[in-house]
């Protein structure tokens, strides 16, 4: 069985290439928004024309954004999403809700300190893990019944 599974988030540290550097051998295909954050803010004004009134600007990214964002989600068995230390990531909490809207598997990853305010995400989620490793955990259970440490 192969698994689909879409990586939303904080685009701010190594969190997508640990999961999927663990997963190798297994039978996942991975997907995901663009990580380049100038090129994810930029595209709509780049592909679409310069904006002089920010909101616009951020609407056309955002909008073009979304193509690839609700076709990963869609075409999704499971949605990870990641919600960083750093930054608020309201996106992150939008692409959880639409998941979580669509049926999908939810995997919720989080630090330990974000965990009331994320409570109504966390609930939407079959799983809430606090590190990428975890994931593969599951990841694995998943697709071959095996518990870590009892190969």
Known sequence: MTLKVYLSG???????ARIIEGARGLDVEFSGPVTDHAASDDCGAAILGEESDPYWRDHKGAMINAIRTRKGIRD??????????????????????????????????HPEEHQHALKEVDAAALAVARE????VQILTYVLTGRLPGRD
């Not at 904080?10 to 997508?16: A, M, P, Q, S, V």
């Not at 999704?76 to 930054?87: I, Q």
């Not at 990428?132 to 994931?135: A, L, R």
């Open 10 to 16: 904080e685009i701010h540290t190594d969190w997508r």
């Open 132 to 135: 990428p490793e975890q994931v």
């Open 76 to 109: 999704a068995d499971v949605v990870v999403v990641r919600f960083g230390e750093k930054y608020r990531q309201w996106n992150a909490a939008f692409d959880a809700g639409c998941a979580a809207a669509l049926g999908k598997s939810l995997i919720v990853l």
